[in-house]
């Protein structure tokens, strides 16, 4: 007599077949060259997560051009740049007291396997010009911002170098030099020749 919750004969030509493919997608992904970054391979931008929780938690770009956006939720979204664009990132914190922490980065997106620095909501992080923490040296540097654009120069084309100056200026307790149009022809220029 058969027992019919034990069958004589198990039929297993499925769970052959998807060990099969199993096996195929696994030598697939062993000959796929693997991307040294935090990038994912789909995305080639640089994404930074914005969070505005009002008077709690703000995070903001304060310029840059950005490539893409994606709104979250209500209080989250997500900016993304191209290889090589510059932009600011601030983040300010506060609890019942007071501020917490208040810091300004000035960060250039790199390109998949160029080298970089990891960063706090910036995937996969950048090549950092600037980075300045205590709301007094931030206010500084948004100065210093502000005096870009009052020169008639976008700040985000401004050179590289300027913003490693304004921040080896600002640890250092001096005044940063004013970004001129005569140093933005000079920086316009050498990256001509520099190609």
Do not use: C
């Amino acid at each position: 007599m058969s027992d019919p919750a034990r069958p004589e004969r198990i039929d297993f030509s499925g769970f052959e077949a998807a060990l099969r493919r199993r096996a195929a997608e696994q030598a697939q992904a062993a000959r796929t060259p693997t991307v040294p970054t935090a990038i994912a391979p789909r995305s080639r931008l640089t994404e930074v997560e914005l969070t505005w929780i009002e008077k709690k938690l703000e995070h903001w770009i304060r310029f840059g051009r950005v490539a893409q956006e994606r709104i979250l939720t209500r209080r989250t979204r997500v900016m993304s740049f191209r290889p090589g664009a510059i932009f600011a990132f601030v983040r300010w914190t506060a609890n019942d007291y007071g501020t917490i922490t208040s810091r300004i980065d000035v960060v250039r997106a790199v390109a998949p396997g160029e080298p970089y620095t990891t960063l706090p909501f910036v995937r996969p992080g950048g090549d950092i010009l600037l980075h300045i923490e205590g709301w007094p040296k931030v206010q500084q540097v948004l100065a210093a911002i502000d005096a870009v654009e009052a020169a008639g120069v976008d700040p985000r084309d401004a050179a590289p170098d300027h913003w490693r100056h304004v921040h080896n200026r600002i640890a250092a307790g001096h005044q940063p030099r004013p970004y001129t149009l005569e140093r933005h022809r000079a920086w316009l220029k050498r990256r001509e020749i520099e190609g």
